[in-house]
């Protein structure tokens, strides 16, 4: 039998992946080589697989492991390090070594420890938060919290960076090429055929080159080329704009462990404005869905709220990028799964992705790893069916609660001030850092869960009395 391939594409790098190990008479091993794409849009895409260059149809004698190749996000980053760990020959192409989503940036503790992550790529440790009402009520939100936790804020490009190293660190290799299309076989037995421009040379260019694997993982963003190439549906997305502003130190002082939310028709119709801080700079940005034309008003009222705070500061950064909404219709398709923003998994109300990228890259890898054996036989959809069974029991319920919470209070500007009132409660405090920092929806204490919703029901008949009377005074 012939050893397995597998690709995962991975955002803004491609992987390929081979554990098909040769009979020894063969010259050809085994090998994971990842590819990166740029869509139409200017996003860079990514794919992971198993390959083997010649020698398919060879008898299995040896599995020679997975080589992993990293530049790209947290999804195809983790998805690298997972199958190489895993004993699978991997490599990965991508096409732009220094790329950085537009990103807010904010990172849940639970990811620091379980993805061991090294304090140094952490910019800052967030542990109090302003919430801003339309009306500029302000809530200090963090009080619940121990001294031990906190939000990461992390640069993408550092965050990115590391994970593709320490991918490598594993027997990873890196591929300087542009993903473009792939060839879906026809058959359970035939390989995908990766079509990718390779830059390793000193042609600026590139030269045409082709990838046979045995599975697929796209995590190649939201603009997803794996994606379309399986036909796993559309999704409604946002826009997210972002500015890195460097502001003077004195000014850097006020944001040293503090983010800021900004809700309000003028910073976004549905979704929030923030300012999060970096290293020697804060990232200052908003999204939207409904009405992604007018993203840049959004960006200037969003400034503009946070003006006097950040006042002789430079733009030295603009970044856009698409979010999707909620997951896709497919996610799976024969050898082929889908990973991070690609798949969908961006959560509602909170616009969180980077953990959910992580996590599903890894999740999708350990399936492989798992079902193929270490890399000694084919997988099928049922494999990889696995992977979406555990997340979906998981996290199901995280994204419908967060689907309903947007749709309640992000509607209109009286639901965002109760959505701001609500927030200075101490219970709905502890309730959502709990949730946020350990990415699990926290049972809570009937008593004030009731408490909790008699007061909810109350904002929501304030707000809905204050649209009616806003409404009455627009006519």
């Given amino acids: 039998m012939a ?12 992987f390929a992946a081979s554990s098909r190990a040769v009979s020894s008479h063969s010259e050809t091993a085994a090998v994971l080589v990842p590819c990166a794409s740029i869509s139409s849009r200017g996003v860079s895409t990514s794919c992971l697989g198993f390959v083997a260059s010649s020698g398919r149809n060879a008898s299995l004698k040896s599995f020679e492991g997975l080589r992993g190749l990293n530049a790209s996000g947290p999804a195809g980053g983790c998805a690298a390090e997972t199958l190489a760990k895993g004993g699978i020959e991997t490599f990965l192409i991508e096409r732009k070594l220094d790329n950085a989503k537009p990103c807010g940036g904010a990172i849940p503790l639970c990811m620091v420890g379980e993805f061991d992550l090294p304090p140094e790529i952490i910019d800052r440790k967030v542990t109090k938060m302003k ?11 963090g009080k619940t919290l121990n001294d031990d936790e906190y939000i990461g804020m992390v640069r993408r490009e550092v965050l990115d960076s590391f994970l593709r190293e320490r991918a490598q660190k594993n027997g990873a290799s890196i591929i300087n090429g542009l993903f473009l299309r792939m060839e879906v076989p026809k058959d359970n037995d035939s390989p995908y055929r990766l079509h990718y421009t390779n830059f390793d040379g000193s042609s600026k260019i590139g030269t045409p080159a082709v990838l046979e694997v045995d599975a697929v993982i796209g995590a190649d963003g ?14 409604d997305y946002a826009i997210a704009f972002q500015e890195r502003i460097k502001i ?19 910073v976004s119709p549905d979704f929030y404005g923030w300012v999060f801080p970096k290293c020697d700079h804060v990232a200052v940005g908003t999204g939207t869905v409904i009405n992604k034309p007018a993203i840049k008003k959004y960006q200037t009222a969003t400034r503009n709220r946070a003006k006097d705070k950040i006042a002789g500061g430079k733009i030295i950064r603009v970044e856009a990028h698409p979010i999707p909404e909620h997951p896709r219709p497919r996610r799976a398709s024969d050898r082929v799964a889908l990973v991070g923003d690609a798949a969908g998994y961006v959560t509602k109300c909170s616009g969180e992705g980077i953990y959910f990228a992580a996590k599903s890259g890894r999740m999708c890898a350990e399936a492989i790893v798992e079902g193929s054996a270490n890399g000694t036989r084919m997988i099928d959809e049922s494999d990889l069916r696995t992977y979406l069974d555990k997340w979906d029991k998981k996290y199901w319920a995280t994204y419908k609660v967060l689907d309903i919470l947007q749709k309640v209070f992000y509607r209109s500007n009286p639901a965002r001030e109760a959505f701001v009132e609500m927030c200075a409660d101490d219970y709905v405090q502890k309730m959502t850092f709990d949730s946020y920092l350990y990415k699990v929806v926290v049972p809570g204490n009937p008593l004030d869960d009731l408490k909790l919703a008699v007061n909810t029901i109350g904002s929501l008949i304030r707000a809905n009395a204050l649209r009616k009377e806003s409404e009455k005074m627009t006519v």
């Fill in 3 to 14: 050893s397995l391939q597998a690709v995962i594409t991975a955002s803004p790098a491609s």
């Fill in 131 to 141: 919430m801003i009402s339309p009306s500029n009520v302000a809530v200090d939100v």
């Fill in 222 to 235: 939201a603009n997803s080329r794996v994606a379309k190439d399986i036909d796993a549906g559309e999704y």
């Fill in 248 to 266: 003077p130190e004195d000014k850097m002082e006020y944001y040293e462990n503090l983010a800021e939310m900004y809700v309000g028709d003028d």
